[in-house]
């Protein structure tokens, strides 16, 4: 029967190492392998994000000039400013006084004259003319067509 003591165990393995040669020596070399695979995809997904960072930023600058653009297309602008009033409170008032049904009988010719004189006055900024609608229509029919082309974008 063999020695179970230590000493017979320790020179056991100092026999087996003599006979075999010297144990290998413990490499990190494969570690080593993937380590430098890491760093460089790091580098990589490094490269990407600060490109998609400056993309980010240039369309942040862009948005305004497009919409601006966008908006401005044809050289009309598609903002609808709140309109001017055509008449002061007065003169509206004085205009449906004269011609409201449950009043009209109370009305003065001059009253009547009065409110006849400030439609008159108004009139070209009331009735469009032939030509302005055409071009009126013909804005909203682009602008149409815009909106269209950009949804079918989508």
């Not at 013909?138 to 149409?144: F, G, L, S, V, Y």
Request: hydrophobic residues 40%.
């Amino acid at each position: 029967m063999a020695d179970n003591t230590n000493a017979e165990r320790q020179r056991r393995y100092i026999a087996r190492l003599k006979a075999g040669g010297a144990a290998k020596p413990v490499s990190n070399a494969g570690a080593e392998k993937k380590i430098a695979e890491l760093q460089a995809e790091v580098a990589r997904l490094k490269q990407r994000a600060e490109a998609a960072e400056a993309e980010a930023e240039v369309v942040k600058v862009r948005a305004p000039l497009f919409r601006e653009i966008e908006r401005d297309v044809d050289g009309v602008s598609n903002a609808t400013p709140k309109p001017k009033p055509i008449w002061t409170k007065a003169q509206y008032m004085q205009i449906v006084k004269c011609l409201h049904p449950d009043r009209i009988n109370g009305v003065s010719a001059d009253e009547l004259h009065a409110a006849c004189v400030l439609l008159d006055q108004f009139k070209p900024r009331l009735v469009m003319g032939e030509a302005e609608e055409r071009a009126r229509k013909k804005r909203a029919k682009r602008a149409a067509a815009r909106k269209a082309a950009k949804a079918g974008k989508r």
